[in-house]
């Protein structure tokens, strides 16, 4: 398990490590975005993670590609479809609601 704190809303929840962000996020009942069903080529579940960074999986390829094209990308960007948590607790920001 995974402790799990969504921003700006200020949820908490322990999420099941292994897991991807987008798949937490919505289990913790919020709303978060995606066209492309998590296969991380639309872009539109982009969030930042403030605190947990080194307990996701690593950027892969795909995902850093997609990234780059996007505005508004920092150093704490990531793909809620593509970040898989591990067992330390995240802290994410998400960028839009639906």
């Given at each position: 398990?995974?402790t799990?704190?969504?921003?700006p809303a200020?949820?908490t929840?322990?999420?099941?490590?292994?897991?991807?962000?987008?798949?937490?996020i919505?289990a913790?009942?919020a709303?978060i975005m995606?066209?492309?069903?998590?296969?991380?080529q639309?872009?539109?579940c982009?969030?930042y993670v403030q605190?947990g960074?080194?307990?996701?999986?690593?950027i892969q390829r795909?995902?850093?590609?997609?990234?780059d094209t996007?505005?508004?990308?920092?150093s704490k960007s990531?793909?809620a479809c593509?970040?898989?948590?591990g067992?330390e607790?995240?802290?994410?920001?998400l960028?839009?609601?639906?």
């Amino acid at each position: 398990m995974s402790t799990l704190t969504i921003l700006p809303a200020g949820i908490t929840f322990e999420a099941v490590a292994g897991s991807t962000l987008f798949q937490a996020i919505k289990a913790a009942g919020a709303s978060i975005m995606s066209k492309c069903e998590g296969k991380g080529q639309c872009g539109a579940c982009h969030v930042y993670v403030q605190e947990g960074r080194k307990s996701l999986s690593k950027i892969q390829r795909a995902e850093n590609e997609k990234l780059d094209t996007m505005v508004g990308v920092s150093s704490k960007s990531r793909l809620a479809c593509q970040a898989v948590l591990g067992e330390e607790p995240v802290t994410v920001e998400l960028l839009s609601f639906v």
